[in-house]
């Protein structure tokens, strides 16, 4: 069965840490790549995406993510966390199918 | 802003009672998730509709669990009767309309306790 795996359930940063999320995905073909955001109280919002090219995507809010083909990943990034950060966040993944799979998501806390 | 519109948004029942979630989404567009996300977890897929046929539903608990998209625009998810780790938010979410390249627009999300 296809499944997208984080690495990391709950990571805490100070302030002006880099981050970085792991996300695996297990082989399907072809697929889009996703990561979305739900900031507390909120519903989940797209951060970043990544369908072909490049494969160093950079999304909203200075986040940036980078596809590794061979290692099947697609790890998020960020230089420089601020406490506005502080959210869940969730890799996803498009199969050919249409069928949409997301991971267990990763609790990013950022320490003012 | 992302023009997926679910209701209830809460809603608390006792064990084997039944409840019913409604949700409509992005105008035009044939493609409708729904997804059940416990706390602490990442959103699971419960079933996908393309118009009003069902495209994936190999993870509805169909003894209990039942959607339908009879006109191919809203939806609605049914359980009967519910259980304890029904508990959840029960997330709709819509490709933009008009293009499906599964950048998902979610609702609000529907949270169920079950007592």
């Known amino acids: 069965a296809q499944s997208v795996s984080q690495h990391n359930h709950h990571v805490i940063l100070s302030e002006a840490a880099s981050l970085e999320l792991g996300c695996n995905y297990s082989?399907?073909?072809?697929?889009?790549l996703f990561w979305y955001v739900q900031y507390p109280g909120q519903h989940l919002q797209l951060l970043l995406k990544?369908?072909?090219?490049?494969?160093l995507v950079k999304g909203i809010k200075g986040f940036e993510a980078e596809f590794i083909k061979s290692k099947f990943s697609f790890n998020l990034r960020k230089p420089s966390v601020q406490w506005s950060d502080t959210a869940e966040y969730f890799c996803?993944?498009?199969?050919?199918?249409?069928?949409?799979?997301f991971g267990a998501g990763t609790r990013l806390t950022v320490k003012p | 802003e992302a023009g997926v519109a679910q209701s209830p948004r809460y809603k608390i029942i006792e064990k084997r009672q039944s409840v019913a979630f409604w949700c409509n989404p992005i105008?035009?567009?044939?493609?409708l998730y729904w997804y059940q996300q416990i706390l602490g977890q990442g959103p699971k897929l419960l079933i996908q509709?393309?118009?009003?046929?069902?495209?994936?539903d190999s993870q509805l608990p169909k003894d209990r669990f039942s959607a339908e998209r009879l006109k191919g625009v809203d939806s609605t998810l049914k359980i009967q009767p519910a259980k304890l780790e029904d508990s959840a938010v029960y997330l709709c979410?819509?490709?933009?309309?008009?293009?499906?390249?599964?950048?998902?627009?979610f609702g609000e999300g529907s949270r169920l306790t079950v007592l």
């Open positions: 996803a993944v498009r199969y050919n199918n249409n069928d949409m799979r």
């Open positions: 082989y399907g073909g072809t697929v889009n």
């Open positions: 990544y369908f072909s090219g490049d494969p």
């Open positions: 105008s035009g567009h044939a493609t």
């Open positions: 509709f393309q118009n009003n046929g069902v495209v994936d």
């Open positions: 979410a819509s490709p933009f309309a008009g293009i499906n390249t599964g950048e998902l627009f």
